[in-house]
T-cell receptor, first 114, second 110 residues
Framework: KNQVEQSPQSLIILEGKNCTLQCNYTVSPFSNLRWYKQDTGRGPVSLTIMTFSENTKSNGRYTATLDADTKQSSLHITASQLSDSASYICVVSDRGSTLGRLYFGRGTQLTVWP | EADIYQTPRYLVIGTGKKITLECSQTMGHDKMYWYQQDPGMELHLIHYSYGVNSTEKGDLSSESTVSRIRTEHFPLTLESARPSHTSQYLC?????????FGPGTRLLVL
């Protein structure tokens, strides 16, 4: 069964600190992995997308890594800001169909305190 | 900022009413999706479309229906709303890149 598991479920950090969020998946055949940021009551916004051949992708203070062999990804946030408080969702796409089905993790709820 | 719009943003309605949630995108994307998301839970695909006159049911069983008469428009209709339909509904579109999501519609059925 294709699944995406994220950890931790929730995380509280102080402003200015770094943190790393984890994503493990069993989706096969793998096409790409995306990290989204979802603010409360809003739709998800794409942060990064990585294909099989990419190991790392950065977007400002966000850096995503991918190990396609172990089927693991991480999202590292540097020098956190209050505005980083949100749910971070790992999404994996398969290439077994024309649609490229998306499989969603439940997200990590990040809270940044001043 | 992605050009995908949803209306209404919030809707409170009584049981048995018929409602239509609107979704429009200006990017010319062929693929469009409807997801349902309960608080703190993952998104579940309820409908998708490859293009005009193409609609399919997703993974999560839903009593809603969709139509795709125009590329830019993908409305979702509930013929008779029930309290179990209370949730957030997210519309998305994509081509080769990541899916772009709309802001969502929060539905409360009393």
């Amino acid at each position: 069964k294709n699944q995406v598991e994220q950890s931790p479920q929730s995380l509280i950090i102080l402003e200015g600190k770094n943190c790393t969020l984890q994503c493990n998946y069993t989706v096969s055949p793998f096409s790409n992995l995306r990290w989204y940021k979802q603010d409360t009551g809003r739709g998800p916004v794409s942060l990064t997308i990585m294909t099989f051949s990419e190991n790392t992708k950065s977007n400002g203070r966000y850096t995503a890594t991918l190990d396609a062999d172990t089927k693991q990804s991480s999202l590292h946030i540097t020098a956190s800001q209050l505005s980083d408080s949100a749910s971070y969702i790992c999404v994996v796409s398969d290439r077994g169909s024309t649609l490229g089905r998306l499989y969603f993790g439940r997200g990590t709820q990040l809270t940044v305190w001043p | 900022e992605a050009d995908i719009y949803q209306t209404p943003r919030y809707l409170v309605i009584g049981t048995g009413k018929k409602i239509t949630l609107e979704c429009s995108q200006t990017m010319g994307h062929d693929k469009m999706y409807w997801y349902q998301q309960d608080p703190g839970m993952e998104l579940h695909l309820i409908h998708y479309s490859y293009g005009v006159n193409s609609t399919e049911k997703g993974d999560l069983s839903s009593e809603s229906t969709v139509s795709r008469i125009r590329t830019e428009h993908f409305p979702l209709t509930l013929e008779s709303a029930r309290p179990s339909h209370t949730s957030q509904y997210l519309c998305a579109s994509s081509e080769l890149g990541p899916a772009n999501f709309g802001p969502g519609t929060r539905l409360l059925v009393l």
